[in-house]
């Protein structure tokens, strides 16, 4: 009967996985997002150093 009750409370626990599967997906969805502006941010910024690094060339010359 005590072993019965023990199997069932795992049973009950066992459902908890999900949750923090569900969970985990959100963070990395949010991760995701995060690193796809971090990457836009980057190239923007490397555009833009690239086009500075340009017009004192032609200055320059």
Do not use: C, D, W
């Amino acid at each position: 009967m005590n072993q019965g009750q023990q199997s069932q409370q795992q049973a009950n626990v066992y459902q908890n996985p999900l949750e923090g599967q569900l969970n985990y997906k959100n963070y990395y969805r949010i991760m995701v997002l995060f690193f796809a502006v971090f990457v836009i941010l980057a190239i923007l910024q490397t555009y833009q150093f690239t086009q500075h690094k340009r017009e004192k060339f032609i200055t320059f010359l």
